[in-house]
Structures are given as structure tokens and as C-alpha cells.
């Protein structure tokens, strides 16, 4: 059976409440995130009023050629339902069998809902990237000369090629969406929810631990596989190329893997269940730890922070309720200083005695710099 290699956080006792000055700071920190993730949503929601370019294609193309499906096999709502609301309602249930950190549940839902505005409001109508690279390359959809409905008796021009202007479609909407092939919206729709999914749940369940538990990965891979059936699925209805799909997985991969390690370590890192600690300015940390700024009290039986047996840590784990603070409760320190300023206005490592460097960097022991394999009493680390 798989052992999980994590500890869920201790409830918190009532003299660790927050303070409401130090509630407001954290909130206003993240407000900017927000504001922009909901600004980005609703300011390329308007892209899909744009008519966007037509590329020019010939009625001899046999890949164009392709019946129009009126009934798609993943339609608009089971894509949200798939793709949005599932991890919505799975990531908490997730993080309070697993860490039960406040902080989790809010990087969780503001990465995945950032993720998510990149690529879409509600609608599939409505992408941010999937509009603003549809309306600009205008890529033929494999269906689009059984949505264009030419003129009986039509042909290419003599060396050249046809246009939208023999078409007899009525329907504007079918029309115009004909020529939005490039990328596929679903597609990167599904590989942003699900691999967002994948990566949290990967991370939860430290699959990068060099145990390889089978059980561990397939699980981790399962949204994935989801993912994949409703990109293979706009194919089967005609709605993309084989490349659009390529391209539009990618994208969403892509955008999922940004979107989540920017507030959560390395899958390999051996803090990979937790996220990191809140934007919290070094002069308001000074009497906090962990915080990502000081390094961590070591734990019993270890000579070094930097040089931490892991099995020191369970056992401290397991003797020791977490005393962190509230909003620190179930988080790990942040490798650098959260804020751009200190980074432009540090002055250098070597400006720096060797107290000041202990004192304004911190980064957090990996697995590799735990373990030591001995031969012979030799240390080969």
C-alpha cells in the first residue's frame, strides 16, 4: 500500500488568530492578482467581436472537406463542467485530507482561476490566447467548406486560390468560426484544468520521490488522460487539424506548469505538498518562523539546517504540533525575499559579511543535500 508523505497541519489553537491589521496587508498583497486575472477575462471577452482574418483555401482540398457536426461530442457545457468546475471542487477536498492549509486552498484557486482567464472566460467563444491567435491567423477548420456552402458550380480561380466571398452561409457565427482552426480551444482549455489538476495532485502526493509507487503516478496522470480524450474528441468531430490540437495541449500544459509553480516548489522538492509562505515583508516577519527570509530552527538531533535528516524531521513531526502562525499554518518559506525592491536594491553577495547573507536568503534543504550514502565510513555526498 502507498504511505503518503505527508502529515495534515494540527488544527490551530485560538491564541494563533491573525491580527485584523495583519489580515488586511495579506489581502490587499494578493488583491493585485486578482484584479488582474478578472481584468484580463473580461478585457478579451470583446476579442470575440472581432471578425478576425480569413486565410484564402481550395475547394479541390480534400482535408477541408470534412461534414459539419451539429451535435459536438464534448460540447461547451460538459467542457466547463470537465475542465473548470471539477478541479474546483476536487482541489479542496484534496488539500483537507492532505495538508488543511488556508493558504493551499487560496494559491490553489487563484493560479487555477489565472490559468484558466489566459485561456477563457466561460464560453469557448470567449479565450483570451485561443481568440487572440484565432482572429489573427484564420486557419480553415478540416469543415469549413460544408460550413461555407459555395456557390453550386464553384471553383478556384486560375492559379489562385478561393476566398469567403463564395460562401452562402446565413449564419454569420458558423461562418466566421470556420476560419478559427488554429489553435484548438478545447484543447487548451482541458490540458490547463486537468494538468493544473495533475501537477496539484502530484505534488500532494510527492511523486517525484525516487520510490516509484505505480498507484502514485497513474493517479497523478489520470486528469491528464481525461484531458487527452476531449483533445482526440476535435478531431473526431472535424473541428481541428491534427496540429491544432498539438499545439493547443501544449499551450494549455504549458500555461498549468507556469501557473503552478509560481506559488508552489519543485514536484521534487521534499516540501512539494505545501505552498509557499504568503507575500509577508521582512520588517512584519521578524518574529515569525519559518518565514522565507530566516532559516528554519533545527530540528532535534541535527547539527544543521542546511544539512537536515529527513528522518529527524518525521520524528520531529510526529513529537511536535505545528506552532506556526496562522497564516503560515501549512506552508514552506519561500526560497528568496518576496519583494522585487530588495532584490534591485541588495547590494551583492560579496558586499555582504556572512551574517547578513544567513540573514536575507534562505533556501530550503533539498532531499539530495539530506541524504548521505557512506562507503567505507567515506562521505560521498
Known amino acids: 500500500m502507498t504511505n503518503f508523505p505527508f502529515k495534515a497541519t494540527q488544527p490551530l489553537s485560538k491564541g494563533m488568530s491573525i491580527t485584523p491589521?495583519?489580515?488586511?496587508?495579506?489581502?490587499?498583497?494578493?488583491?493585485?492578482?486578482?484584479?488582474?486575472?478578472?481584468?484580463?477575462?473580461?478585457?478579451?471577452?470583446?476579442?470575440?467581436?472581432?471578425?478576425?482574418?480569413?486565410?484564402?483555401?481550395?475547394?479541390?482540398?480534400?482535408?477541408?472537406?470534412?461534414?459539419?457536426?451539429?451535435?459536438?461530442?464534448?460540447?461547451?457545457?460538459?467542457?466547463?463542467?470537465?475542465?473548470?468546475?471539477?478541479?474546483?471542487?476536487?482541489?479542496?477536498?484534496?488539500?483537507?485530507?492532505?495538508?488543511?492549509?488556508?493558504w493551499d486552498l487560496h494559491n490553489s484557486a487563484l493560479f487555477f482561476t489565472a490559468c484558466m482567464a489566459l485561456l477563457n472566460t466561460a464560453n469557448h467563444h470567449h479565450q483570451v490566447l485561443w481568440a487572440l491567435v484565432k482572429i489573427t491567423v484564420g486557419r480553415p477548420r478540416p469543415d469549413v467548406i460544408s460550413r461555407c456552402q459555395p456557390i453550386a458550380g464553384s471553383v478556384d480561380p486560375p492559379l489562385g486560390l478561393s476566398n469567403s466571398s463564395i460562401c452562402t452561409q446565413t449564419d454569420h457565427e458558423i461562418l466566421i468560426d470556420g476560419f478559427r482552426s488554429f489553435f484548438s480551444g478545447h484543447s487548451s482549455l482541458s490540458f490547463a484544468g486537468m494538468g493544473f489538476l495533475s501537477f496539484y495532485l502530484a505534488g500532494k502526493l510527492h511523486l517525484f520521490d525516487r520510490r516509484g509507487h505505480t498507484g502514485k503516478a497513474w493517479l497523478a496522470l489520470a486528469p491528464f488522460m481525461v484531458a487527452l480524450?476531449?483533445?482526440?474528441?476535435?478531431?473526431?468531430?472535424?473541428?481541428?487539424?491534427?496540429?491544432?490540437?498539438?499545439?493547443?495541449?501544449?499551450?494549455?500544459?504549458?500555461?498549468?506548469?507556469?501557473?503552478?509553480?509560481?506559488?508552489?516548489?519543485?514536484?521534487?522538492?521534499?516540501?512539494?505538498?505545501?505552498?509557499?509562505?504568503?507575500?509577508?515583508k521582512r520588517e512584519d516577519d521578524s518574529d515569525i518562523l519559518p518565514s522565507h527570509h530566516q532559516p528554519p530552527l533545527p530540528y532535534p538531533g541535527s547539527n544543521s539546517p542546511n544539512h537536515l535528516n529527513v528522518n529527524d524531521a518525521q520524528g520531529y513531526r510526529q513529537q511536535h504540533s505545528f506552532d506556526e502562525?496562522?497564516?503560515?499554518?501549512?506552508?514552506?518559506?519561500?526560497?528568496?525575499?518576496?519583494?522585487?525592491?530588495?532584490?534591485?536594491?541588495?547590494?551583492?553577495?560579496?558586499?555582504?559579511?556572512?551574517?547578513?547573507?544567513?540573514?536575507?536568503?534562505?533556501?530550503?534543504?533539498?532531499?539530495?543535500?539530506?541524504?548521505?550514502?557512506?562507503?567505507?565510513?567515506?562521505?560521498?555526498?
Not at 253 to 268: C, D
Not at 351 to 375: A, F, I, K, V
Open 21 to 102: 491589521a495583519r489580515r488586511r496587508k495579506l489581502l490587499f498583497s494578493y488583491a493585485p492578482d486578482w484584479i488582474l486575472t478578472i481584468a484580463l477575462a473580461v478585457a478579451f471577452y470583446l476579442l470575440d467581436k472581432i471578425d478576425g482574418f480569413r486565410r484564402e483555401f481550395s475547394l479541390e482540398d480534400t482535408s477541408l472537406r470534412h461534414p459539419f457536426a451539429v451535435h459536438e461530442r464534448v460540447p461547451n457545457t460538459a467542457l466547463v463542467c470537465v475542465c473548470f468546475v471539477a478541479p474546483i471542487l476536487i482541489m479542496p477536498i484534496i488539500n483537507f485530507i492532505t495538508v488543511r492549509s488556508l
Open 229 to 280: 480524450l476531449v483533445a482526440i474528441s476535435r478531431t473526431m468531430d472535424y473541428r481541428h487539424h491534427w496540429q491544432d490540437v498539438l499545439v493547443g495541449s501544449t499551450v494549455g500544459t504549458v500555461l498549468a506548469f507556469f501557473a503552478y509553480h509560481q506559488y508552489y516548489p519543485s514536484l521534487a522538492s521534499e516540501w512539494s505538498h505545501r505552498p509557499f509562505s504568503p507575500r509577508i
Open 325 to 381: 502562525s496562522y497564516e503560515l499554518a501549512g506552508t514552506v518559506p519561500r526560497p528568496q525575499p518576496a519583494s522585487l525592491d530588495d532584490h534591485w536594491k541588495s547590494q551583492g553577495p560579496e558586499n555582504l559579511d556572512q551574517g547578513d547573507l544567513s540573514s536575507t536568503s534562505y533556501n530550503p534543504p533539498r532531499r539530495m543535500d539530506t541524504q548521505r550514502s557512506t562507503h567505507g565510513g567515506a562521505d560521498l555526498r
